[in-house]
């Protein structure tokens, strides 16, 4: 699903679509109702698709948690508990399965200032709650950044510093650990290397 975003025109968009895989073709399907840009959708399997963040010129930041039911394909609004991030746009949301939570990191406020917080959602429970690092920095705040789920191990990487400067950090965050690593730089270029036998599974030290 595409879910809103900027027009050309500069105006956030409030329509949804799906493309059906199967035959690559485009369908309309209802919008939450709300026009957003710099929101972040994300599968919760094949149940949900959760709605965090984002915010329009005329309808505000969006502070609500939406979800879209898969099977029912409506939207409903979901009470929150716990401590949720609150206003955000262009932070990054991953879901990590084993433990049936969405992770949310990153981003703008729109009062300013770029985030620096992890917040997680128990699905389940739909409570929140904000990750201090157990050990360790946090990351520098970034807006924008791409991010991934290997495993058990969050990776963002590059989008804005919070300066809004073009960054280059790689950053992985453990999720059993709850432990930050940022490597200084990454690479442009790879050399090849010959194959080596695979490593056993990372733990947590």
């Excluded at 206003?87 to 990153?106: I, K, N, Q, R, T």
């Excluded at 991934?148 to 400067?165: C, I, S, W």
């Amino acid at each position: 699903m595409v879910l809103g975003g900027v027009t050309g025109g500069g105006a956030a968009a409030d329509d949804a679509w799906v493309l059906e895989l199967g035959g690559l073709r485009w369908r309309r399907e209802e919008g939450p109702g709300l026009p957003l840009a710099g929101h972040s959708l994300t599968a919760r399997g094949v149940t949900w698709l959760l709605l965090v963040g984002g915010a329009s010129a005329g309808g505000g930041a969006n502070t609500a948690l939406r979800r879209f039911l898969l099977r029912e394909r409506r939207w409903e609004e979901v009470k929150q508990r716990g401590t949720p991030p609150g206003a955000l746009l262009g932070h990054s949301a991953l879901y990590h399965p084993p433990l049936d939570a969405l992770f949310v990191w990153g981003g703008q406020r729109p009062a300013g200032g770029a985030s620096d917080q992890l917040h997680w959602l128990r699905c389940a429970t739909v409570t929140w709650a904000r990750l201090a690092p157990a050990r360790g920095p946090r990351p520098q705040p970034h807006i924008f950044p791409a991010a991934a789920l290997l495993g058990d191990v969050l990776v963002l990487l590059g989008g804005q510093g919070p300066t809004g400067e073009p960054s280059d950090a790689l950053q992985l965050y453990g999720v059993r650990c709850n432990v930050w690593v940022t490597a200084n730089r990454t690479r442009s270029t790879v050399t090849p290397q010959p194959p080596v036998t695979p490593p056993p599974p990372a733990t947590c030290a």
